[in-house]
């Protein structure tokens, strides 16, 4: 069986990291290179890296923030935000991405997924969807950074995509964007439950126990976040100790495991002894030979 994963998704603009809040305010954070090298260092399984402005402002991907970026991100990276053809795409992958990330193209011109998957393969396709409430009371498919409705059900646009060729479905909740309220676990399973490529949950993690409801009640193959990685030290590695206490498999490549830890609801670790601080420090410093 397929161990879940962990994935950090670096929302940037013009290279600048930001928080998102219901994908209407950014609050800079700090340099992307940075944040890039910080979450590969503690064990994260992939990057995911949203230039969420570039469409709307007309912009291309960044080749050389993306080859920079990728000579410090020993995970895989997966790239977003400006691709509209599929020399685009090619240059991005020689730049050192693993795949790409596309949204607006994708609602703009469905065959564009056939194609980029067709050339490259389903692998590197991931397709992102922005879905939010609508005043009916469902959820909906929203375009241009969350600005536009579109009329598409979530679930009906996953299955064309994964139809069309998509690996991968990138699934952000509008509404819990920044709000630390958790996933949208109704959205998240009906996607899930409905399509057989693998679904990445994103959107609302504000303890690190959403995590776990991600995958166990979300039924996602993996769980994303990004503001919650940039306030709390070892984040990524606490997430994984979160998500193997809640029975759920992870792949753990650090030393720092802090199996006999517990935390409080913000994710930090609480007070222990000095002995008990000498055996995570063990934890962290001393490897198998």
Not at 110 to 117: G, I, K, L, M
Not at 152 to 175: C, H, K, Q, T, Y
Request: hydrophobic fraction near 40%.
């Amino acid at each position: 069986m397929l161990k879940h994963r962990l994935v950090a998704c670096l929302v940037h603009c013009n290279g600048v990291i930001v928080q998102s809040i219901n994908f209407k305010r950014y609050l800079p954070v700090g340099n992307v290179k940075t944040a890039v090298e910080f979450v590969a260092k503690w064990d994260v399984d992939e990057i995911v890296l949203l230039d969420i402005n570039a469409t709307n402002e007309g912009r291309k991907p960044n080749l050389a923030l993306v080859a920079e970026v990728s000579t410090r991100c020993f995970v895989p990276l997966t790239v977003g935000g400006g691709i509209h053809d599929v020399a685009e795409i090619r240059q991005i992958l020689r730049n050192g991405a693993d795949k790409i990330c596309i949204n607006s193209e994708a609602l703009r011109n469905p065959r564009f997924v056939t194609e980029s998957a067709r050339i490259y393969g389903s692998q590197c396709v991931v397709v992102s969807i922005d879905a939010r409430m609508n005043t009916d009371g469902q959820h909906e498919v929203y375009a241009d950074g969350g600005r536009r409705a579109t009329g598409l059900d979530p679930v009906r646009w996953a299955r064309e995509m994964e139809r069309r060729g998509a690996g991968e479905i990138f699934l952000n909740s509008i509404d819990r964007d920044g709000s630390k309220h958790g996933y949208d676990l109704q959205l998240i399973r009906s996607v899930a439950e409905a399509v057989k490529v693998p679904v990445v949950a994103c959107g609302g993690v504000g303890v690190m126990s959403h995590f776990v409801e991600g995958v166990r009640e979300g039924k996602a193959s993996a769980v994303a976040a990004a503001n919650i990685f940039h306030y709390i030290e070892h984040s990524t590695i606490i997430a994984k100790a979160h998500l193997l206490h809640g029975g759920v498999d992870v792949r753990l490549n650090t030393a720092a495991t802090y199996k006999s830890f517990s935390f409080d609801t913000s994710g930090r670790i609480q007070k222990k002894s000095d002995s008990e601080l000498r055996q995570v420090w063990f934890e962290k410093h001393v490897f198998e030979q």
